[in-house]
């Protein structure tokens, strides 16, 4: 079966995830995070890729972005990756890909899902198991955010910043939204979306994302979306 194409839909960010060959490690230390995030950053601001959300995980990485065009996002994995694939086998002496192949994706309707999956990504950490709240993870737009600190690599969504007047304001009701865990139907949906490529909305988002795509980009078998 052929793979879904990469779906670029105006106005809608995409939930990314990118994954180490085998599910190995692909961050060794610090400075591996740091360095991968500035050329993250880089690769952005160059295809123009707004990063609403992010977490490196041991071995995988996590974003949600919003492209500016149908080249935005696909350019800044490729440069952003090669550079830090190059990096890591030279520092680690490893040779072959440090990737898993192509990331993965799924176009977000923003309007139901985009603070969900801002919650989803910066929450990994917690249900890893590797804190207890998300606010001990180092590497995470959790503390840029929740906490209103500078973070570079961040361009809030048009959601977020809706949430108050004043970077405190916002800050303060997105932290409010981690009083409680994400519902189960919500991760669900967003694992399953995510992890087969699939659009992550509606009824009528689907459709929308469908016709872009020239095919179906709805879950199979799956349920009536919450309102």
Not at 71 to 79: A, F, H, I, K
Request: charged share 25%; net charge positive; hydrophobic share 35%.
């Amino acid at each position: 079966m052929p793979r879904r194409p990469r779906v670029f839909v105006p106005g809608h960010p995409m939930h990314v995830i990118q994954r180490g060959h085998n599910r190995a490690r692909i961050f060794f230390t610090p400075a591996d995070a740091k360095q991968y995030l500035e050329w993250l950053q880089e690769a952005a601001a160059n295809h123009g890729l707004a990063i609403h959300a992010y977490v490196l995980m041991i071995n995988h990485v996590h974003l949600l972005a919003s492209p500016e065009t149908s080249q935005s996002l696909p350019r800044t994995m490729r440069d952003a990756n090669r550079r830090y694939g190059r990096y890591v086998n030279e520092s680690q002496n490893r040779t072959g890909s440090l990737w898993e192949g192509r990331y993965r994706a799924s176009v977000v309707d923003a309007d139901q899902y985009v603070l969900s999956c801002c919650r989803y990504v910066e929450l990994n950490p917690v249900r890893a198991g590797a804190v207890q709240e998300p606010a001990a993870y180092r590497w995470s737009s959790y503390k840029g955010n929740a906490e209103a600190r500078p973070d570079p690599i961040l361009t809030p969504h048009p959601l977020y910043l809706n949430l108050g007047d004043t970077p405190e304001a916002r800050a303060a009701v997105y932290r409010k939204m981690f009083d409680n865990d994400l519902p189960d139907d919500d991760l669900a949906r967003i694992r399953a979306a995510v992890n087969g490529d699939w659009a992550l909305g509606g009824a009528r988002f689907t459709d929308l994302v469908s016709r872009h795509a020239g095919q179906s980009m709805a879950p199979r078998g799956r349920g009536r979306p919450g309102k």
